[in-house]
């Protein structure tokens, strides 16, 4: 007598949008929000790191000396594995005193840039801006 085949199939699409929309809001709600707390880390680390290589002035001293390899290797025992990075350093006018790649191969959607200044405590204290770029290698 009465045809119910039509509330029947509203109903269905009702439940049909709520189900899509309550996953697309919990797809928003639960997606990563790494993207940020990734720069942070990356940044804190990378200064962190090289604070660390210019403690005690081995530095400025290994820059001095035009030591690249072991800038590179310190660096690569210092930064966790699955960072990647690439480092430039400038002298008092800004002019890249590096002849080498300092780099394990800068790789990565997110890359961020630290700057740090450090001072030789040669006789001469030379001054150079460290320009360290580092990524989640992937």
């Known amino acids: ?4 085949k039509g509330q029947i ?4 699409a009702f439940l049909a949008v709520l189900v899509i929309f309550s996953a697309s809001i ?14 942070k880390l990356l940044a804190t680390l990378g200064m962190q790191t090289l604070m660390k290589l210019d403690n005690d002035g ?6 001095d000396d ?3 390899t072991a ?3 310190s660096l690569e025992i210092l930064l966790p ?8 350093i400038y002298d008092e006018e800004m002019r890249q005193i590096t002849n080498a790649t300092l780099s394990n191969g800068l790789t990565g959607r997110e890359i961020v840039s630290v700057e740090y200044p450090c ?7 030379c001054f150079y801006l460290l320009r360290l770029e580092l990524a989640f290698a992937g």
């Open 58 to 63: 081995t530095l400025g001293e290994l820059i």
């Open 81 to 88: 594995v699955g960072v990647s990075y690439n480092l430039t």
């Open 71 to 73: 800038i590179s290797k």
């Open 66 to 68: 035009g030591n690249w």
């Open 26 to 39: 919990l797809s928003i709600t639960f997606s990563p929000k790494a993207n940020f707390e990734n720069r």
């Open 1 to 4: 007598m009465f045809d119910k």
């Open 9 to 12: 199939r509203m109903l269905e």
């Open 119 to 125: 001072v030789s405590q040669s006789l001469e204290c």
